[in-house]
């Protein structure tokens, strides 16, 4: 059984940071990709960003590019989402997902197979 857990949510003035993480039990990264997506109230979920387990650059997605990072720490089995210069349309609650088996990073949200359950990021204006 796969289990990604979120934490790290939380409310925040706008301009400001917040760091996510996603941790998983050990080998549960092994030979995958983890994505990060988003959902905001009446709208769709979107691509946030993604990195591989064994490295390489991340993926983002326009909108936040140059202001969320991600990063992994195999250690701990946990992977980050860094999120600076925090504006009000980031509000959502934010999932992480794990696709296994591939090494091309994509934005394909049916690619994933296992999802966290979220938390919630809530920026104030």
């Known amino acids: 059984q796969v289990q990604l857990v979120e934490s790290g949510g939380g409310l925040v003035q706008a301009g400001g940071s917040l760091r996510l993480s996603c941790a998983a039990s050990?080998?549960?990264?092994?030979?995958?990709?983890v994505g990060w997506f988003r959902q905001a109230p009446g709208k769709d979920r979107e691509f946030v960003g993604a990195?591989?387990?064994?490295?390489?650059?991340?993926l983002y997605a326009d909108s936040v590019k140059g202001r969320f990072t991600i990063s992994r720490d195999n250690a701990k089995n946990t992977v980050y989402l860094q999120m600076d210069s925090l504006k009000p349309e980031d509000t959502a609650v934010y999932f992480c997902?794990?696709?296994?088996?591939?090494?091309?990073?994509?934005?394909?949200?049916?690619?994933?197979?296992?999802w966290g359950q979220g938390t919630q990021v809530t920026v104030s204006s």
């Open positions: 997902a794990v696709r296994y088996g591939m090494i091309t990073l994509t934005s394909r949200e049916s690619a994933y197979t296992y």
């Open positions: 050990a080998r549960t990264f092994t030979s995958s990709s």
């Open positions: 990195i591989r387990w064994s490295g390489g650059s991340p």
